[in-house]
């Protein structure tokens, strides 16, 4: 998955995080090294009570993206799964932001091991494209009430639906953000909503002029899954 495919969601989704963490390249990009980080600000254990189930399409792929999070804790991880990783037994990406840590464990034929990255700090833009977006009303996922906003900007036009009735939210993802500005055009009330209470349950985003950088996300499930990753059985590569 392309970086500015991955930038785009979670811009449109007023999620100003690491991106650099959710995509392939900057997987590969850490396994062949870069910055070092202080390994030993990693956890002893991650620990996971809740697992949400997405998919998102482009116009080249499917990819389940399953977010795992822990309402108590502000880290969260993500296990991807689409071609690139189907030789991988377990993959997990957790960004850590009080250790400014970005970790990937992994586990293939019978070995495990652990890459690191820095979290990566986005450069705040003092001009950039400028959002509108207008509410359109209610609908029920996964049994959810979840509120609707329609968002365009010069490239894409598209819809967002999140709710704030579900026992969990994407607010590890906003407080993994170096850079808290918000897009222009956002209202700051609804950001704090954003950012404090909102998961989001699905998108739909139309690229005007490129159909081929459309993309959905669609919401699968929510479940209680306790998951737990112990640092210690991921020997980190480098250290």
Same mark, same amino acid.
């Given at each position: 998955?392309?970086?500015?495919?991955?930038?785009?969601?979670?811009?449109? @989704?007023?999620? #100003?995080?690491?991106?650099?963490?959710?995509?392939?390249?900057?997987? @590969?990009?850490?396994?062949?090294?870069?910055?070092?980080?202080?390994?030993?600000?990693?956890?002893?254990?991650?620990?996971?009570?809740?697992?949400?189930?997405?998919?998102?399409? #482009?116009?080249?792929?499917?990819?389940?993206?399953?977010?795992?999070?822990?309402?108590?804790?502000?880290?969260?991880?993500?296990?991807? $799964?689409?071609?690139?990783?189907?030789?991988?037994?377990?993959?997990?990406?957790?960004?850590?932001?009080? %250790?400014?840590?970005?970790?990937?464990?992994?586990?293939?034929?019978?070995? #495990?091991?652990? @890459?690191?990255?820095?979290?990566?700090?986005?450069?705040?833009?003092?001009?950039?494209?400028?959002?509108?977006?207008?509410?359109?009303?209610?609908?029920?996922?996964?049994?959810?009430? $979840?509120?609707?906003?329609?968002?365009?900007?010069?490239?894409?036009?598209?819809?967002?639906?999140?709710?704030?009735? %579900?026992?969990? #939210?994407?607010?590890?993802? &906003?407080?993994?953000?170096?850079?808290? $500005? %918000?897009?222009?055009? &956002?209202?700051?009330?609804?950001?704090?909503?954003?950012?404090?209470?909102?998961?989001?349950?699905?998108?739909?985003?139309?690229?005007?002029?490129?159909?081929? /950088?459309?993309?959905?996300?669609?919401?699968? $499930?929510?479940?209680?899954?306790?998951? /737990?990753?112990?640092?210690?059985?991921?020997?980190?590569?480098?250290?």
């Amino acid at each position: 998955m392309k970086t500015r495919f991955i930038s785009i969601v979670l811009l449109c @989704m007023a999620l #100003s995080v690491q991106v650099n963490a959710q995509d392939q390249k900057s997987i @590969m990009q850490s396994m062949m090294g870069g910055k070092k980080v202080d390994a030993s600000k990693l956890q002893d254990v991650y620990q996971f009570e809740w697992e949400y189930k997405t998919v998102m399409k #482009s116009n080249k792929e499917t990819m389940k993206m399953n977010y795992l999070i822990n309402p108590d804790s502000d880290y969260f991880g993500m296990q991807i $799964s689409s071609k690139e990783y189907q030789q991988m037994d377990f993959m997990c990406i957790i960004t850590d932001p009080k %250790a400014d840590i970005i970790a990937t464990f992994m586990s293939a034929g019978g070995r #495990s091991m652990g @890459m690191l990255s820095p979290i990566k700090e986005e450069k705040s833009k003092k001009s950039g494209p400028k959002y509108g977006y207008k509410e359109i009303g209610t609908k029920e996922i996964l049994g959810y009430e $979840s509120y609707g906003i329609e968002i365009e900007n010069e490239d894409y036009v598209g819809t967002i639906y999140f709710t704030l009735d %579900a026992p969990v #939210s994407f607010s590890a993802l &906003f407080s993994a953000s170096k850079n808290k $500005s %918000a897009p222009k055009g &956002f209202d700051p009330a609804l950001m704090e909503v954003l950012e404090e209470d909102a998961l989001i349950m699905e998108m739909d985003f139309i690229h005007k002029k490129k159909k081929k /950088q459309s993309f959905t996300m669609t919401a699968v $499930s929510l479940e209680k899954k306790q998951t /737990q990753i112990k640092t210690k059985d991921y020997p980190i590569m480098g250290y």
